[in-house]
T-cell receptor, first 106, second 115 residues
Framework: RKEVEQDPGPFNVPEGATVAFNCTYS??????FFWYRQDCRKEPKLLMS???SGNEDGRFTAQLNRASQYISLLIRDSKLSDSATYLC???????FGSGTQLTVLP | ETGVTQTPRHLVMGMTNKKSLKCEQH?????MYWYKQSAKKPLELMFV???????ENNSVPSRFSPECPNSSHLFLHLHTLQPEDSALYLC??????????????FGQGTRLTVV
């Protein structure tokens, strides 16, 4: 089993929609996990860091389910500028998932 | 934000050339990483350095040789590469503690083309 698995998408959603991504992991070694976004041909940039079971920042909510070993990212009221690839980094790992591609359509 | 700086940004090299990629971080972090990202592929972790010591080498071919002279600098020496090594090479740094891994900060990457 891969260390990290993500639904690659693509997710094509209309502007204003709510969209959620999941990321499953096979190993848990620490308390923190992260979501990054990566724009085309650019480096990944941190979107949210979470040091407990969840975190909310404006339109973005990240949650950790330790029992089922997955982390999720919820985006509300999608904007065109949210179009990117979203990468998860599970607890205690340095490897990234394959990323989930999101396109928000006008 | 210039916390992690990579040079050069673009590099074209022949299969017989020797070149080096450079990464410098100004964040005071104790861990640095090299990742490779081929077109439409996920990030692949290549090397990990903690406190200047290499702690991970993910079966990377010997034509890639990392060097970490101090906690702020990381190099990737390249020689006799193959066309399939063409990719975006990303450097990252973070502050590693025993129980908590902090977020990684990435450089803008070196886009390498092997001809």
């Amino acid at each position: 089993r891969k260390e990290v698995e993500q639904d690659p998408g693509p997710f094509n959603v209309p502007e204003g929609a709510t969209v959620a991504f999941n990321c499953t992991y096979s190993n848990s070694a620490s308390q923190s996990f992260f979501w990054y976004r990566q724009d085309c041909r650019k480096e990944p940039k941190l979107l949210m860091s979470v040091y407990s079971s969840g975190n909310e920042d404006g339109r973005f909510t990240a949650q950790l389910n330790r029992a089922s070993q997955y982390i999720s990212l919820l985006i509300r009221d999608s904007k065109l500028s949210d179009s990117a690839t979203y990468l998860c980094v599970p607890p205690g790992q340095l490897t990234f998932g394959s990323g989930t591609q999101l396109t928000v359509l006008p | 934000e210039t916390g992690v700086t990579q040079t050069p940004r673009h590099l074209v090299m022949g299969m017989t050339n020797k070149k080096s990629l450079k990464c410098e971080q100004h964040l005071g972090h104790n861990a640095m990483y090299w990742y490779k990202q081929s077109a439409k592929k996920p990030l692949e972790l290549m090397f990990v350095y903690n406190f200047k010591e290499q702690t991970e080498n993910n079966s990377v071919p010997s034509r890639f040789s990392p060097e970490c002279p101090n906690s702020s600098h990381l190099f990737l020496h390249l020689h006799t590469l193959q066309p399939e090594d063409s990719a975006l090479y990303l450097c990252a740094s973070s502050q590693e503690n025993r129980d908590v891994n902090t977020e990684a900060f990435f450089g803008q990457g070196t886009r390498l083309t092997v001809v």
